[in-house]
């Protein structure tokens, strides 16, 4: 079974900095590729940001292209999402999810077959 578990959310004036991160169960973490999505409340979950499994390639939303780093350390079996210039917008439960089809990192909800519990972020005007 796998377990994802995103911590380092919080309460961030705008403009600020923030870095999840997403720590993975599981000797296979190597082999799929990850994605970032948020939900805020009232809304549909979004896609955010996505990387492939070796880490060469990311794709992301344009809502955050420019701001939010995705990577990932697959030794440590973790995926982070770095955000700069952060707006009231970002202000959502974010989660991570591994990809359940081969290498699929793009926004599709459905593509992923396992979603952790999410991490709240709150962006202050």
């Not at 492939?52 to 350390?73: C, E, L, M, N, P």
């Not at 077959?113 to 999410?118: A, E, R, T």
Request: glycine share 14%; with cysteine.
């Amino acid at each position: 079974q796998v377990q994802l578990v995103e911590s380092g959310g919080g309460l961030v004036q705008a403009g600020g900095s923030l870095r999840l991160s997403c720590a993975a169960s599981g000797r296979t973490f190597s082999s799929y590729a990850m994605g970032w999505f948020r939900q805020a409340p009232g809304k549909e979950r979004e896609f955010v940001a996505a990387i492939s499994w070796s880490g060469g390639t990311t794709y992301y939303a344009d809502s955050v292209k420019g701001r939010f780093t995705i990577s990932r350390d697959n030794a440590k079996n973790t995926v982070h999402l770095q955000m700069n210039s952060l707006k009231p917008d970002d202000t959502a439960v974010y989660y991570c999810a591994r990809s359940g089809r081969y290498n699929y990192y793009g926004p599709g909800r459905g593509e992923y077959d396992y979603w952790g519990q999410g991490t709240q972020v709150i962006v202050s005007s």
